[in-house]
């Protein structure tokens, strides 16, 4: 596939904007990076690429990448991240997945690009993190609220891969509030002993840290709706990325993996959230995406305001596999065919 599916402007070596600490280029990435970034300097990729789709949607200048064709189309950026990354840097891809056509099937397209990147690439997947995301809608209406045979799909995988087994993090960065079943089992206390499963439960496990450690799954909704970015580009007319990360999921990654002062490179920018959130942790950064409008409207992220204080995150419950048991009724039984004649079936009924 050429390259030229996902180009929309000539590279520029000047940058659209620049603040303290970063720059803001548009251009291929291919093209820029190796122009404008040191081999082996860079800390930090952040970045969420544009995913592989079935159906084209309105990113941009053609920004979509056929699913069956996406591994090929990311190899070069693989190895160019590569040689621009320090030994001990890491490389995060947000990427969502999607469905094969006219089938309630999942594509494989992003675990076929995780292999690629560790059997070909030279890469080591550090750790897979898993993005839930609240607020999405339920997508794919075909087979979530019209013949209801598959939730919805609210997951996006996160790879962090690395060029060594043992790049640069720290757990302790990123510790999250204790529970509330945990303030109350400090408060009582626990008895140390062999669980069933075979783990010994020592008596440090009732140690008052005043934190925990994360899981893998990160549970942040995306529900931005009036921030400056988007008052900026109104008032301007320019653009808005339809497809925006929240900040706390560039923020949990920079803060784990990098230093103040390090560098942060997201070759997939859009709107620059990664930029944003570098700049204000104290880190050096450069963002590049290929539609000039987009990286214009990013300065609207970098201009000057009151940040609210003391306003804490929320956290959101995983519901319960089991909360609804007992009210399995007749009516809710299976379809024998999956699913797949329920369309016809309904409007045989309507129709009688």
Same mark, same amino acid.
Request: net charge positive; aromatic share 10%; charged share 25%.
């Given at each position: 596939?050429?390259? !030229?599916?996902?180009?929309?402007?000539?590279?520029?070596?000047?940058?659209?904007?620049?603040?303290?600490?970063?720059?803001?280029?548009?251009?291929?990435?291919?093209?820029?990076?190796?122009?404008?970034?040191?081999?082996?300097?860079?800390?930090?990729? &952040?970045?969420?690429?544009?995913?592989?789709?079935?159906?084209?949607?309105?990113?941009?200048?053609?920004?979509?990448?056929?699913?069956?064709?996406?591994? $090929?189309?990311?190899?070069?950026?693989?190895?160019?991240?590569?040689?621009?990354?320090?030994?001990?840097?890491?490389?995060?891809?947000?990427?969502?997945?999607?469905?094969?056509?006219? &089938?309630?099937?999942?594509?494989?397209?992003?675990?076929?690009?995780?292999?690629?990147?560790?059997?070909?690439?030279? *890469?080591?997947?550090?750790?897979?993190?898993?993005?839930? @995301?609240?607020? +999405?809608?339920?997508?794919?209406?075909?087979?979530?609220?019209?013949?209801?045979?598959?939730?919805?799909?609210?997951? !996006?995988?996160?790879?962090?891969?690395?060029?060594?087994?043992?790049?640069?993090?720290? @757990?302790?960065?990123?510790?999250?509030?204790?529970?509330?079943? &945990?303030?109350?089992?400090? +408060?009582?206390?626990? $008895?140390?002993?062999?669980?069933?499963?075979?783990?010994?439960?020592?008596?440090? *496990?009732?140690?008052? !840290?005043?934190?925990?450690?994360?899981?893998?799954?990160?549970?942040?909704?995306?529900?931005?709706? !009036?921030?400056?970015?988007? %008052? =900026?580009?109104?008032?301007?007319?320019?653009?808005?990325?339809?497809?925006? *990360?929240?900040?706390?999921?560039?923020?949990?990654?920079?803060?784990?993996?990098?230093?103040?002062?390090?560098?942060?490179?997201?070759?997939?920018?859009?709107?620059?959230?990664?930029?944003?959130?570098?700049?204000? &942790?104290? %880190?050096?950064?450069?963002?590049?995406?290929?539609?000039?409008? =987009?990286?214009?409207?990013?300065?609207?992220?970098?201009?000057?305001?009151?940040?609210?204080?003391?306003?804490?995150?929320?956290?959101?419950?995983?519901?319960?596999?089991?909360?609804?048991?007992?009210?399995?009724?007749?009516?809710?039984?299976?379809?024998?065919?999956?699913?797949? *004649?329920?369309?016809?079936?309904?409007?045989?009924?309507?129709?009688?």
């Amino acid at each position: 596939m050429s390259r !030229n599916t996902y180009r929309s402007s000539p590279a520029r070596l000047q940058p659209v904007f620049k603040t303290a600490l970063g720059q803001a280029f548009a251009g291929d990435s291919l093209e820029l990076l190796p122009r404008l970034v040191p081999p082996h300097s860079v800390d930090l990729i &952040m970045t969420s690429p544009p995913y592989g789709l079935i159906r084209n949607k309105d990113y941009g200048h053609a920004r979509c990448v056929p699913a069956d064709q996406y591994v $090929e189309w990311f190899r070069p950026f693989a190895r160019l991240f590569k040689r621009l990354l320090k030994p001990t840097g890491s490389l995060v891809i947000d990427i969502g997945g999607s469905w094969v056509p006219g &089938m309630p099937t999942r594509s494989l397209y992003h675990y076929e690009l995780l292999v690629t990147l560790v059997r070909h690439e030279g *890469f080591y997947l550090a750790q897979e993190f898993y993005w839930w @995301n609240p607020s +999405k809608l339920p997508t794919p209406a075909e087979w979530v609220t019209v013949r209801r045979i598959r939730v919805k799909d609210a997951v !996006n995988c996160i790879w962090w891969l690395s060029s060594t087994p043992w790049p640069k993090a720290s @757990n302790r960065r990123v510790l999250q509030p204790y529970s509330s079943s &945990m303030e109350d089992l400090l +408060k009582k206390g626990y $008895e140390a002993r062999r669980r069933p499963s075979g783990h010994d439960i020592s008596g440090n *496990f009732i140690r008052n !840290n005043r934190r925990s450690i994360p899981a893998n799954l990160l549970a942040i909704a995306n529900t931005e709706s !009036n921030s400056r970015y988007l %008052r =900026y580009c109104r008032l301007r007319g320019l653009p808005i990325h339809p497809s925006r *990360f929240p900040s706390a999921l560039p923020e949990f990654f920079i803060r784990m993996l990098t230093n103040r002062g390090d560098l942060v490179l997201d070759p997939f920018a859009g709107s620059c959230v990664t930029g944003e959130v570098s700049e204000r &942790m104290g %880190r050096r950064w450069i963002c590049v995406d290929v539609v000039a409008q =987009y990286v214009e409207g990013a300065r609207g992220r970098f201009l000057p305001t009151q940040r609210p204080k003391g306003k804490r995150p929320i956290y959101y419950r995983i519901p319960h596999a089991d909360s609804l048991r007992g009210e399995e009724k007749d009516e809710d039984l299976l379809p024998d065919d999956g699913g797949r *004649f329920a369309k016809e079936q309904r409007g045989r009924a309507r129709v009688d």
